[in-house]
């Protein structure tokens, strides 16, 4: 971790009471549904993000989702801990992704798309795993707020820019201008605000999931191939699905599962 992405990183603004409030419920083993539906209920403004995230086309419920109760229960609270989550912390940045050529719309579908397909490979038979990769899938990409914040200090966009184009792989773009990448510089961030060590340890080795213990390693798996299928300008291609589904194998995860969820989004 650079010295300079290391300062920004601590200066940081504490994250507000309400994302505080849901995590001791999320952690609590005694909570439940209803005292998340509680928490949330007592944030208007949060709930209204919540709701309008759920009612996604991408998720492809075919009835409106009006209340946190219905969003709690059809989602489940891993899930709708990381809906709550992605909002709180994306009001805590100043974005500004011109160095990667994309635009807040643009970087926010990134996210969506990436949550989406997600939950939908993994709420039947990895709904356990959501916990960890509900928050991790929306907020996995956040570290480039913060690369493109230094590229944008050092004036290195054109520099940036070039290693986009001879690398054709963002991270390794990344680490040759600035030293770090997005997983790096996501987890260190989470690692600030002090979540849990399996959320922060998902998003750093989702580039090289071999490299996580047991506990996460196929959390991290599931993490790498999303990132593979919907690449930084959030469209989802033959070929970014065709180097997905050879990961699908090599990691053994579910394919059928996958393909149900790539025809949803």
Excluded at 40 to 58: F, Q, R
Excluded at 61 to 76: C, H, K, P, Y
Excluded at 241 to 251: F, G, P, Q, S, V
Aim: overall charge negative; hydrophobic content about 45%; some cysteine.
């Amino acid at each position: 971790m650079t010295e300079e992405i290391l300062k920004k990183i601590k200066q940081l603004p504490p994250l507000p009471e309400s994302a505080m409030q849901i995590e001791v419920v999320y952690q609590d083993p005694n909570s439940t549904f209803n005292d998340m539906v509680k928490i949330l209920e007592k944030d208007p403004l949060l709930t209204a993000d919540i709701l309008k995230a759920a009612n996604s086309p991408l998720y492809g419920f075919s009835r409106e989702i009006n209340t946190i109760n219905q969003a709690v229960g059809l989602f489940g609270m891993g899930t709708v801990r990381g809906f709550a989550l992605a909002s709180i912390v994306k009001k805590s940045f100043s974005l500004d992704l011109s160095p990667y050529g994309i635009d807040n719309e643009m970087f926010s579908l990134l996210s969506k798309k990436q949550h989406a397909l997600t939950t939908s490979w993994c709420i039947r038979k990895e709904n356990k795993l959501l916990g960890v990769l509900s928050p991790a899938a929306f907020l996995v990409e956040i570290g480039k707020v913060l690369i493109a914040q230094q590229i944008i200090s050092d004036k290195t966009q054109e520099k940036f820019k070039e290693a986009l184009i001879a690398t054709q792989d963002v991270e390794a773009a990344e680490r040759e201008v600035t030293g770090v990448d997005t997983p790096e510089v996501s987890a260190t961030i989470f690692e600030h605000w002090r979540f849990e060590a399996s959320l922060v340890e998902t998003i750093r080795n989702c580039l090289k999931p071999e490299n996580a213990n047991d506990e996460i390693k196929k959390a991290a798996q599931i993490l790498h191939v999303v990132r593979i299928t919907v690449p930084i300008n959030g469209v989802i291609t033959e070929a970014s699905t065709a180097a997905a589904k050879e990961l699908i194998t090599k990691y053994d995860l579910d394919m059928e599962s996958f393909d149900k969820a790539l025809q949803n989004i």
